[in-house]
């Protein structure tokens, strides 16, 4: 037998919409899922009900995400490039990545880390293509306190001199190129050979370059290298190197710098250094310290 509540029901109203859309979701048997909803119904309510949205305008941006959703391919992420310009995905990350002090900070995966970087030998040249600065990356990863991590993995990706990802151009440059996986070595380093990356722009030819050129924004990011750094007990870390002295590095539109990992890539005039790490002289060379933090599970 069916029972009956004497409760009064709660019919939608302007004033009360966000506790009733709220409520639909009180069943849930996930919690966190059920604590999400719910906080997501009272703000995207309360934003609507802040800014007086019209209808015109509510259409207007389930188009702009319908176009965003229907930009997005095997190599392309239009909600990534999204949620980077409206800093939700730096935020999240910073929310993440709560580190220890001494902990190298992290930073946006980024939209292009969309293939698997090919397993490569300590030195290898991960640069495929003709043209660009020489350049060596140098690093090392450890844990925080200090003790090296040997046979870490350390994925590297990058644009050109350019500006483009392999995945932006693939009919002009080699498959993979500017990617590299490594293993840091016994005591815990690194080196690759690779080319000064050019500072770009975002994509610009979908949704969110409209609305970055409707709000008079730019699109563009400093020059940088991408690494993902992890090995076992630790958490892996998503992070860049950014070049000194790039253009925009107090404007990045994905909001993705931090002061400490702005590096210098000095330029070295030395025949014998560079028939050491086999390339032309002269050549540029950045540092990296991965500082990785213990996982305590």
């Known amino acids: 037998m ?52 019209t209808q015109t305008e509510w259409e207007a941006g389930i188009e702009f995400l319908t176009h965003t959703g229907q930009k997005c391919d095997a190599t392309r992420q239009e909600f990534i ?12 990350d910073s929310i993440t990545n709560r580190i220890p002090v001494g902990a190298t900070e992290t930073t946006v995966l980024g939209p292009f880390h969309m293939v ?22 140098t690093g090392t990863v450890a844990s925080v306190d200090g003790t090296p991590l040997a046979g870490a993995l350390v994925d590297v990706w ?73 090995a076992a007990g630790h958490h892996p870390i998503t992070t860049h190197i950014f070049v000194d002295g790039s253009p925009y590095l107090d404007s990045d539109a994905v909001f993705g710098v931090k002061e400490s990992l702005v590096v210098e890539f000095s330029l070295v005039d030395d025949p014998q250094q560079a028939e050491y790490y086999g390339t032309s002289n002269p050549f540029r060379h950045a540092h990296i310290d991965l500082v990785l933090t213990a996982d305590p599970s």
């Not at 302007?14 to 119904?41: G, K, M, Q, Y």
């Not at 490039?81 to 935020?91: E, K, T």
């Not at 698997?116 to 990356?137: M, N, Q, T, Y």
């Open 116 to 137: 698997d970087s090919p397993p490569r030998a300590l030195g290898d040249d991960i640069s495929l293509a003709d043209g660009g600065e020489p350049c060596v990356v």
């Open 2 to 53: 069916s029972s009956v509540s004497n409760e009064p029901r709660l019919v939608f109203t302007e004033d009360n919409s966000a506790e009733v859309a709220a409520a639909a979701f009180d069943e849930t048997t996930d919690p966190r899922l059920r604590d999400i909803l719910r906080s997501l119904v009272r703000h995207l309510h309360a934003f609507a009900k802040d800014v007086e949205l």
């Open 158 to 230: 990058q644009a050109d001199e350019k500006g483009f990802y392999d995945v932006q151009n693939p009919d002009l440059v080699p498959d993979l190129n500017l990617r590299g996986l490594f293993n840091t070595d016994a005591n815990g380093s690194f080196h690759f050979k690779t080319i000064v990356p050019a500072h770009y722009p975002i994509p610009t030819d979908g949704p969110v370059g409209q609305l970055l050129e409707r709000t008079k924004r730019h699109p563009y990011r400093p020059a940088h290298i991408h690494f993902i750094a992890g």
């Open 81 to 92: 490039l999204l949620s980077d310009v409206l800093g939700l995905s730096m935020l999240v």
